[in-house]
């Protein structure tokens, strides 16, 4: 019996949180980080919880507590949030063809993160239009939780656990871009992708030796695009 058919004969969500199961090994350990550092930088446990159940924005959030603990203005605190999620502006429309018959959707939103975004724009079209909005639920909505409760964790227990086990801190850092390098990964199925991801992959460590860190990843990803399109259109006048 194929994936589909499982999912019509089941429960849409029931396999939307089993695909996003995989995602919680790079949430919780970077959402124990976020607990830990909030609660060191001047935010209570509630605070700090409230801040990964309503902005839930990852980066953002490591921001929004060192701007806010270092006393920057909270115009300016806001504007450099909403900048770093100005990627969502692109996440959006790219998924709201295969949610959109049901609104639904729009509060679904707020549980959308880069990793959600990729899980779902791989997956989505494989599914029935009437299985979509559940499956997307069920994933966006564990992976959400897994936030909320990694931070939780952080706030409350980070000090003890980072001082029984000091090698924790050494191994939290490295457990969202492995996160993101398992979801990368399966995209290198044919040489269009291969080439793409290879050539992001060269420019950003490239840029970041040379000392433009904080330019890195967009051009690097900019970069990716360029090539991407160009071999695409290519082989594609290639073929007529």
Request: glycine share 8%; aromatic share 10%; net charge positive.
């Amino acid at each position: 019996m194929s994936t589909t058919t499982q999912i019509l004969a089941g429960t849409p969500w029931k396999q939307g949180v089993k695909d996003a199961i995989p995602l919680l090994g790079g949430y919780i350990p970077v959402a124990i980080s976020f607990g830990l550092i909030s609660v060191q930088s001047g935010f209570s446990v509630l605070e700090t919880i409230l801040i990964s159940a309503f902005i839930y924005a990852g980066a953002s959030q490591f921001l929004f507590v060192a701007m806010a603990a270092s006393g920057a203005p909270l115009w300016l605190v806001v504007i450099m949030t909403l900048l770093i999620n100005a990627r969502h502006i692109v996440y959006g429309p790219n998924l709201s063809p295969y949610l959109n018959h049901d609104k639904k959707w729009l509060p679904l939103m707020h549980g959308l993160t880069d990793q959600i975004f990729a899980l779902a724009h791989a997956r989505l079209p494989q599914l029935p239009d009437q299985a979509r909005i559940g499956w997307y639920t069920g994933a966006a909505v564990l992976a959400w939780l897994s936030w909320v409760a990694g931070t939780a964790l952080g706030a409350i227990a980070g000090d003890e656990l980072t001082q029984r086990w000091p090698l924790i801190n050494d191994i939290l850092p490295f457990a969202l871009p492995a996160l993101f390098f398992v979801l990368i990964v399966p995209r290198c199925n044919n040489r269009l992708w291969t080439l793409t991801i290879a050539l992001s992959a060269v420019a950003s460590v490239i840029l970041k030796m040379l000392g433009y860190p904080n330019v890195a990843i967009p051009l690097a990803a900019m970069s990716g695009a360029v090539l991407f399109y160009a071999l695409k259109n290519r082989r594609i006048l290639g073929g007529q």
